[in-house]
């Protein structure tokens, strides 16, 4: 099928080492944010979240930081694997009950 | 674990047709939101649903209306299709808590305007 992102700026990273993802955010009302990974056919996938009163969450090889004083978001990928390449997007919720804003995205492209 | 459902996957029309996107969400989800996803574009938000009310809206044309029913599945219904309508359609659900919650997406309708 149609490839995701044809024209999305591009990270490529060598397999084993650290990727990181960079987001600037919109809103600076928004208190809820999620990274999520996009392969070609397929829906966005969660894969971790953070909110407002927190400025870093780990999960496994993947961290989120969050800026709040610049409204920057970054997800950094820990000995990035070839299943990680996929189109990256961070969402931003602008408060309970209301919808997510997507920024764009970043191809992630790990060579071997 | 049960996933949010789209059908049709594909779906293939012509100018001023309609056409019918149907979405399931995860069981016990009680909000659903409707996306549109153009080539190398980030998803665009279109319109949600709480508990079978009409919870936001965003970019949705006027042409196009959604609903969710009793079962909360959720159909997105458009009519006078445009050539620009073609793109990738997600429909992703939440259970609305006392805290945010993530979405969790479908794998989406590929409409595509002939």
Redesign the interface.
């Known amino acids: ?2 490839s ?5 700026p591009t990270l490529s990273v060598q397999e084993g080492d650290n990727s990181i993802i960079n987001c600037a955010y919109s809103n600076s009302a928004s ?2 944010f ?1 990274w ?1 990974k996009q392969e070609s ?6 894969i971790i ?1 953070i ?1 407002s009163n927190m400025d870093k969450r780990q999960g496994q090889r993947v961290t989120v930081l969050l800026n709040k004083t610049v409204k920057h978001l970054s997800l950094q990928i820990a000995a990035t694997q070839p299943g990680d390449s996929a189109v990256y ?1 961070c ?1 931003e ?1 602008q408060g ?10 970043t191809r992630l492209s790990v060579l071997p | 674990a049960a996933g ?1 459902i789209q059908s049709p996957r594909h779906l293939i029309k012509e100018k001023r047709e309609t056409a019918t996107l149907k979405c399931y969400p995860i069981p016990r989800h009680d909000t659903v ?1 409707w ?1 549109q ?1 153009g ?2 574009q ?4 279109l319109i ?1 649903f ?1 508990e079978k009310m009409q ?2 809206k ?1 970019s949705i044309p006027d042409r196009f209306s959604a609903q969710q029913f009793s079962d909360y599945h959720s159909e997105l219904n458009m009519s006078s299709l445009e050539l620009g309508d073609s793109a ?1 359609y ?1 429909c ?1 659900s939440s259970r ?1 808590t006392g ?2 919650s ?7 309708t ?1 409409l595509t305007v002939t």
């Open positions: 099928g149609e995701v992102g044809l024209h999305l208190d809820y999620i999520y056919g397929k829906g966005p996938q969660f979240d909110r997007f969402a919720n309970y009950g209301q919808n997510f804003v997507f920024g764009p995205g | 949010v939101y996306y996803q080539p190398g980030d998803p665009q938000f949600s709480y919870s936001d965003g990738l997600f992703a609305r805290n945010n993530p979405l969790h997406f479908g794998n989406g590929r």
